[in-house]
């Protein structure tokens, strides 16, 4: 199972871009990478998955470099109401045991 | 439509006692996960179902025990609680296609006197 290392902290100004990366140097080849979102009080949620090159959806984007090694989670225009967690896994679809650690942690400033 | 509840969302009990946090699902999903979340650990996971009766161990299964007698249902037992055990538990389900994301409940705090 891959292993994942991704800053513990992050502070930005509200409209700012952010850009959270995350490290997995022995991401497998059926390994596909995911990220979720939890809120103080609330489970996770999920935001985007991607295999390779870039994934957008209304929430973000999902940046994964050719060798794959890392990927950087990207939050448009933040606002206030984007502080929370957020989570990179590493894992074959399917996979039950996946790990969460314990995140980054996203504060914005008004 | 519910989605995804857990019950009780915040329970007290005390060390010895038997302790079970429910969890149920509207969405008919196969795969049904339960997770504890402590300071500096992150989300571990306790115990998985596949399906029903169909369970097997996570990270952290001592001192749990789960039954899944139905497809909706995935109660975690603590057979005798220990202080230890104080957490956030957190329950998920997934169905068994390929984007493979968990949908997660509001979570239950439990507190071990």
């Known amino acids: 199972l891959a292993k994942t290392t991704q800053p513990i902290s992050m502070d930005s100004y509200e409209g700012q871009e952010v850009n959270i990366t995350c490290s997995h140097n022995n991401i497998a080849t059926n390994d596909y990478i995911t990220w979720y979102q939890q809120f103080p009080s609330q489970g996770p949620r999920f935001i985007i998955q991607?295999?390779?090159t870039k994934v957008t959806n209304e929430v973000a984007s999902l940046f994964i470099p050719a060798d794959r090694k890392s990927s950087t989670l990207s939050l448009p225009r933040v606002s206030l109401s984007d502080t929370a967690v957020y989570y990179c896994?590493?894992?074959?679809?399917?996979?039950?045991?996946?790990?969460f650690g314990i995140g980054t942690k996203l504060q914005v400033i008004p | 439509d519910a989605g995804i509840t857990q019950s009780p969302r915040y329970k007290i009990t005390e060390t010895g006692r038997q302790v079970t946090l429910m969890c149920h699902q509207t969405?008919?999903?196969?795969?049904m996960f339960w997770y504890r979340q402590d300071l500096g650990h992150g989300l571990r996971l306790i115990y998985y179902?596949?399906?029903?009766?169909?369970?097997d161990k996570g990270e952290v299964p001592d001192g749990y025990v789960v039954s899944r007698s139905k497809t909706e249902n995935f109660p975690l037992t603590l057979e005798s609680a220990t202080r230890s055990q104080t957490s956030v538990y957190f329950c998920?389900?997934?169905?068994?296609?390929?984007?493979?994301?968990?949908?997660f409940g509001p979570g239950t705090r439990l507190t071990v006197l």
């Open positions: 896994l590493v894992g074959a679809v399917g996979y039950q045991k996946v790990t």
């Open positions: 179902s596949a399906a029903a009766d169909i369970t």
């Open positions: 991607g295999y390779k």
């Open positions: 969405w008919s999903h196969s795969y």
């Open positions: 998920a389900s997934r169905t068994s296609g390929s984007t493979d994301t968990q949908y």
